[in-house]
């Protein structure tokens, strides 16, 4: 079974960084799609990234040129590196293991998420 721990949110002030993290542990992970969905209290969940095994990237067009996706397959994790940070960006980051291997699967697993808060 797989499961999923994220790590790396916090509170930061705008325009400061932040790198999330998700490790996932179960069999054949690193076949698998993963990425991060942001949900912000009122607003509509948003998938804020994707990475494919192969190395297919996929970032929310709102995010792009601030927030980037990588992956280690070797450990089974992926990294969100988010940069010049908004209040708008705050929210419950989840990351998710995918159903295949295509940028777009949808989400098979869960993380429990982790929270960002950016505030001055």
């Known amino acids: 079974q797989v499961q999923l721990v994220e790590s790396g949110g916090g509170a930061v002030q705008p325009g400061e960084s932040l790198r999330l993290s998700c490790r996932a542990s179960g069999s054949n992970v690193f076949r698998s799609t993963m990425g991060w969905y942001r949900q912000a209290p009122g607003k509509q969940r948003i998938l804020v990234a994707a990475?494919?095994?192969?190395?297919?990237?996929s970032v929310h067009v709102s995010l792009k040129g601030r927030f980037t996706i990588d992956r280690d397959n070797s450990v089974d994790t992926i990294y969100l590196q988010m940069d010049g940070l908004q209040a708008g960006d705050s929210g419950t980051y989840t990351c998710?293991?995918?159903?295949?291997?295509?940028?777009?699967?949808?989400?098979?697993?869960w993380g429990q998420g982790t929270q960002v808060t950016v505030s001055s």
């Open positions: 990475m494919s095994p192969g190395g297919t990237k």
């Open positions: 998710y293991v995918a159903t295949g291997d295509l940028v777009n699967s949808p989400p098979a697993v």
